[in-house]
């Protein structure tokens, strides 16, 4: 599967970007996608999961209330909404997708990684 991330920017504090994912190539139902971020000098870490086929949706503690995930089947795409931004949310952001299996965790394990698109929340 191809994943195309997109909808970076640069946005004030308190602002709102919507990151897509476009995925392509195969019956994108059977994975999980997920979204990930790298501020510049740290680890690349977990924001938010959720199994394409839809269900429970999974983030990291500090983006909880403020961003959300979701998809458009007829679009092959995946969202992340993301609102009341901080300047902690500055990173290079990805999506990844892995098939979901009876293992799958939704903040490891990812087979596809699309490129980064640049989110930047300045104060």
């Known amino acids: 599967v191809q994943l195309q991330a997109s909808g970076g920017g640069l946005v004030q504090a308190g602002g709102s970007l919507r990151l897509s994912c476009a995925a392509s190539?195969?019956?994108?139902?059977?994975?999980?996608v997920g979204w990930f971020r790298q501020a510049p000098g740290k680890e690349r870490e977990f924001v938010a999961a959720?199994?394409?086929?839809?269900?429970?949706?999974y983030y990291r503690d500090s983006v909880k209330g403020r961003f959300t995930i979701s998809r458009d089947n007829a679009k092959n795409t995946v969202y992340l909404q993301m609102n009341s931004l901080k300047p902690e949310d500055t990173a290079v952001y990805y999506c990844?997708?892995?098939?979901?299996?009876?293992?799958?965790?939704?903040?490891?394990?990812?087979?596809?990684w699309g490129q980064g698109t640049l989110v930047t929340v300045s104060s």
């Open positions: 190539g195969r019956t994108v139902s059977s994975y999980a």
């Open positions: 959720m199994p394409w086929s839809g269900g429970t949706t």
């Open positions: 990844a997708a892995q098939v979901v299996s009876a293992r799958w965790r939704p903040s490891g394990g990812y087979d596809y």
